[in-house]
């Protein structure tokens, strides 16, 4: 049974940094990606950013590029989200994916972790 687990969601002030990160078991990733999605209140769930866990590319929504940082370790199957400089407009449940290849769909989904960000 595959699983994704995220921690590290909470309350942070907007301009500090919070991390998160998902670890994956039962199966591994390592021709496909691993990602974090989104989702505020009253809005649909979007694409915050992706990495593939065989070289590393990384791919990032326009709201977060510059300031989110997603990396992962492979041994660990796990990703990471490196949230800086933070505003209010990023509070969110953020949830993990993962797919098996980077063209199929995003079939593996973790609980989602809720991040907060106070002005």
């Known amino acids: 049974q595959v699983q994704l687990v995220e921690s590290g969601g909470g309350l942070v002030q907007a301009g500090g940094s919070l991390s998160l990160s998902c670890r994956a078991s039962g199966r591994t990733f390592s021709s496909g990606s691993m990602g974090w999605f989104r989702q505020a209140p009253g809005k649909e769930r979007e694409f915050a950013a992706r990495i593939t866990m065989s070289r590393g590319f990384t791919t990032y929504a326009d709201s977060v590029k510059g300031r989110f940082t997603i990396s992962r370790d492979r041994d660990k199957n796990t990703v990471y989200l490196q949230m800086n400089s933070p505003k209010p407009e990023d509070t969110a449940v953020y949830c993990c994916?993962?797919?098996?290849?980077?063209?199929?769909?995003?079939?593996?989904w973790g609980q989602g972790t809720q991040v907060t960000v106070s002005s």
């Open positions: 994916a993962a797919r098996e290849s980077v063209v199929t769909d995003w079939n593996y």
